[in-house]
């Protein structure tokens, strides 16, 4: 009588141990512990073609445009999934929801990635707002329009041998290339990049991050009422717009 009460516990036990693996199963799969973590980052591996040698420059601007203008669009699209990923969190966190493991993830991440540290920004509320402020989109004619002042369409010796499209320094022996007209008291360097790509994560980092550039941020949203009229326009009227409109920008002060 024992020995079948025992089986009959044991038995039982074994049932509920099997309901209870299906439960969690059931609800992994509803918010998965490991799940898509969305990423801004341009990760092809795209090098700049010799431009010196096109002897015409409207079909060397135009080549210039057209590698330039696929990897920026890609770039805005990926920061786009990303800030619609963190307005969901940002929506659990008004709502006072404990945030799942992959969000919190998420948030950890854009963290790092855009320099809102825990000392400066404890809470999630707050990091979450300054967040916004800085996982966003650019104009793709600024940075199309940018790197072709920078560069000279692509045929600078910083863009040529180090991939280099925007003019940013570093300060760092070694990192890039010196510069051969630099100040005998300087100490900065062009930064070279492995490819294109590097060149164009690094701007936006740049321009997302740096304080010097908090004001341009602010108004980056109004973009938005901008944007399709910007898309319908051909893409050097674009660019003689912006270089009539002066609103060019020097990213110098890489972080």
């Known amino acids: 009588m024992k020995n079948s009460f025992t089986q009959w516990i044991l038995g039982l036990g074994l049932i509920a141990y099997a309901i209870g693996c299906l439960v969690l199963v059931f609800a992994l799969s509803l918010n998965p512990l490991s799940g898509k973590i969305d990423d801004d980052i341009l990760t092809s591996n795209t090098l700049l073609p010799d431009l ?61 990635d855009f ?11 707050q990091a979450v707002e300054v967040l916004l402020s800085r996982v966003d989109i650019i104009p793709p004619a600024m940075v199309i329009a940018q790197a ?10 910083f863009a040529q041998e180090g991939n280099n499209l925007f003019g940013e320094w570093c300060f760092k022996k070694g990192c890039g290339i010196v510069p051969t007209r630099r100040a005998a008291s300087a100490t900065h360097e062009v930064r070279k990049f492995d490819s294109i790509e590097d060149s164009i994560n690094s701007y936006y980092r740049n321009i997302n991050t740096n304080n ?17 009229h910007l898309q319908e326009m051909p893409w050097l009227q674009v660019w003689e717009n912006i270089v009539v409109a002066g609103t060019f920008i020097s990213p110098k002060c890489a972080p």
Request: hydrophobic content about 35%.
């Open 52 to 112: 010196t040698l096109i002897n015409q420059p409207m079909e060397r601007v135009q080549l210039f445009i057209d590698i330039m203008k696929p990897l920026v669009e890609q770039k805005n699209e990926l920061l786009t999934t990303t800030r619609e990923r963190l307005l969901l969190i940002k929506q659990q966190i008004d709502q006072q929801q404990e945030l799942g493991f992959v969000d919190r993830e998420q948030l950890d991440r854009l963290r790092e």
């Open 115 to 125: 320099s809102v540290s825990v000392e400066d920004f404890p809470s999630d509320k």
């Open 148 to 157: 072709a002042i920078e560069s000279g369409w692509g045929t600078s010796l």
């Open 212 to 228: 010097a550039y908090r004001n341009l941020r602010d108004l980056l949203p109004s973009y938005a009422t901008v944007r399709k």
